[in-house]
């Protein structure tokens, strides 16, 4: 069973930035698409970053151009860089495999933007 380890959230004021990372325990890493995602409260589960294997990105139209993914494969870490934070990026952010997600999730890191 794959564990996945989110850190880097907290409290940031709007404008602000935040740096997230996903340790994962899988030796295969390198072959999968990762990707963020994030859970408001009282919402559903939506992905906001994905990249692929070889290193390409997309992003939700809501986070374009405000976040950065990014991984490095040697040390099976998924980074995702957040800066221009709204109080509509506040939720708990978790890293998963994509399209597919692993079925066990990590604890997530809570991210909060408000002054």
């Known amino acids: 069973q794959v564990q996945l380890v989110e850190s880097g959230g907290g409290l940031v004021q709007p404008g602000g930035s935040l740096r997230l990372s996903c340790a994962a325990s899988?030796?295969?890493?390198?072959?999968?698409?990762m990707a963020w995602y994030r859970q408001a409260p009282g919402k559903q589960r939506e992905l906001v970053a994905r990249i692929s294997s070889g290193g390409s990105t997309n992003y939700a139209d809501s986070v374009k151009g405000r976040f950065t993914i990014s991984r490095d494969n040697a040390k099976r870490t998924v980074y995702l860089q957040m800066s221009s934070l709204k109080p509509e990026d506040t939720a708990v952010y978790y890293c998963?495999?994509?399209?597919?997600?692993?079925?066990?999730w990590g604890q997530g890191a809570q991210v909060t933007v408000s002054s």
């Open positions: 998963n495999k994509a399209p597919a997600p692993f079925a066990s």
């Open positions: 899988t030796s295969i890493f390198s072959i999968y698409d």
